[in-house]
C-alpha cells in the first residue's frame, strides 16, 4: 500500500460544503434520495453543538446507517476509495468510504487533524485487511475507534478483534502499536488510494 511519494492537494471540512450543482449532478445520476443524503450530511456538519464524545457518536451513527457493499459490486474494481459525495450519493461503500468520511466529517466539525488518523488493521475474525477511524481525546492517549462494522465506541484496548498495522492522515505515516500511535515513518500521501482520492476531492471542489 506504502506506494510513489508526489504532492496531492490538500482537502479540509471547508471543502465539504455543497452546491446546488454537487446536489443536481448527484440527484441526476443517483436519483432524487441522494440529493436528500447529501443534505443530510451537510446538516450534520453545520451542527455544531456538543462535546467531541458527542460529535463522535453522531458521525459514526450517520454513516454506520448506510449498507456495507464491497467495491467489486459497487464499483467494478478491486480497491475504489470513493469520496464521502460519492460514498452517500451512491448509499454505499466498503471499509475505506467509512473511516474516510468520518474523518473529513468530523474536520467540518472542527475536530483537529492531529487528533484524527485511518488505521490499517486486520480484521482478526474475518482475516483481512480493514480501515478504521481513531480518535485521540489528547496527545499519546489511547484512541478511540470508530468502525463500520462495530457501531459501540470503543477504545483501542478494548478492540482485541483488531491487529494494528500502520495509520496516515494528509501529515504522515505512524507504525501502530495496541493502544496509540507509534513512530512516524513518512508522508500520507505514500498511500496511493489516498493520494487519488484526495485528488478527486479537489477535483469535486473545483468543479463546484
Known sequence: MLLILTAAPAVTGESLLLTERVLHRA??????????RLLAWQELMRSQEGDDLTKLNKVNRFFNKIPFVSDTDH??????WATPIEFLASAGGDCEEFAVAKYFTLLALGMAEKQLTLNYVTALRLNQSHLVLAYYPAPGAEPLILDSLVDAIEPASRRTDLLPVYSFNASGIWKEKP?????????????????????????ETHQK
Not at 440527484?27 to 436528500?36: D, H, I, K, M, P
Not at 493502544?179 to 477535483?203: Q, S, T
Open 27 to 36: 440527484e441526476g445520476q443517483y436519483g432524487a434520495s441522494a440529493r436528500r
Open 75 to 80: 464499483w467494478g474494481q478491486t480497491d475504489y
Open 179 to 203: 493502544r496509540g500511535r507509534g513512530e512516524r515513518i513518512g508522508d500520507g500521501r505514500r498511500v496511493r488510494p489516498w493520494r487519488e482520492l484526495l485528488a478527486r476531492m479537489a477535483e
